[in-house]
């Protein structure tokens, strides 16, 4: 699709319904074709640095192995071993990669750093998490989402815990796809004010519906997915022990369950806490896809890749 080569990958909200329909669709052939074992050298000579000030899994893996299965090439620039670390300028930074790298992944704290960063880079920058949104998730979250209910608008989602960088994500991502989500926290961890009056200007144009409540059993009733993430997030941990008990009640279990709709399914970002937001029950149970979710991650960020840089 023309309209997304060259461009940065930083919030859902960047791109129109057409352009995320068109990513899930090129995920979902990219799968196909991993499956059958097709070749897919979309990449072929390109590299992509990715930078990350914190920790990951699932991030780093994902977009490695997603830049090899292209036909590219994928660096780890991990924050202590580079200058950032020593406080070179992001600006500095960005313009000495441009002259190296096709495309940069950067995972890091502030948002507005990596916002600097894309001002200053002449290749597209993907936002691999920040401290307000994780895009490259929630989009393989509606890859998922997709697959599971053959559908996503009308789809009703309720999002349990924290208002986080994936609970903001989510927002977007379920306002432009028109489906209904609700997203419950306790009063003092709600997602930014921001991020809700813009998600819901986005549903308004797609007949889709943000509710916010501090009522998980009214998230959850009738709810065709059931989504939690960590009560602390990365850069939270001091936060922990005030955080377990705020969050109290709003642990997803099988009592929670029970008011979902019938085959709603479980998903999670990963890394979990079984017995804090999730219970290793439901964690394990049959409804639960978080290892499609993980899995999903690298399919939809071949299908970023491929069509950005
Ligand atoms: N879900 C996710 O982004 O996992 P990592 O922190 O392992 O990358
Ligand atoms: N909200 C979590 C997501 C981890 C993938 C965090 O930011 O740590």
Known sequence: ??????????????????????????????????????????????????IFTKASTRTR?????????????????????????????????????????????????????????????DIPVINGLTDLLHPCQALADMLTVYEKKGKLRGVKIAYIGDGNNVAHSLLYAAAKFGMEITVASPSHYLPAEEVVKEARMIAAQTQGEIVITSDPQRAAKDAEVIYTDVWASMGQ???REERIKAFQGYQVNTDLLKVAAPGAI????????????????VFEGEQSVVFDQAENRLHLQKAILASIL
Not at 40 to 48: D, R, Y
Not at 88 to 97: F, G, K, Q, S, W
Request: glycine share 8%; aromatic share 8%.
């Open 1 to 50: 699709m023309e309209s997304l080569r060259g461009r940065d990958f930083i919030s859902l909200k960047d791109f129109s319904p057409e352009e995320l329909w068109y990513l899930l669709e090129t995920a979902k052939n990219l799968k196909v074709q991993r499956k059958r074992g097709v070749d897919t050298p979309h990449l072929k000579g390109k590299t992509l640095g990715m």
């Open 61 to 121: 893996v994902s977009f490695e192995v997603g830049m090899y299965q292209l036909g590219g090439y994928a660096l780890f620039l991990s924050a202590e071993a580079t200058q950032i670390k020593r406080g070179e300028p992001i600006a500095d930074t960005a313009r000495v990669l441009s002259r190296y790298l096709d495309g940069i992944m950067i995972r890091t704290f502030k948002h507005q750093d990596v916002l600097d960063l894309a001002a200053e880079a």
């Open 237 to 239: 941990e001091t936060e």
């Open 266 to 281: 479980i998903m999670h970002c990963l890394p979990a806490h079984r017995g804090e937001e999730i219970t290793e029950e």
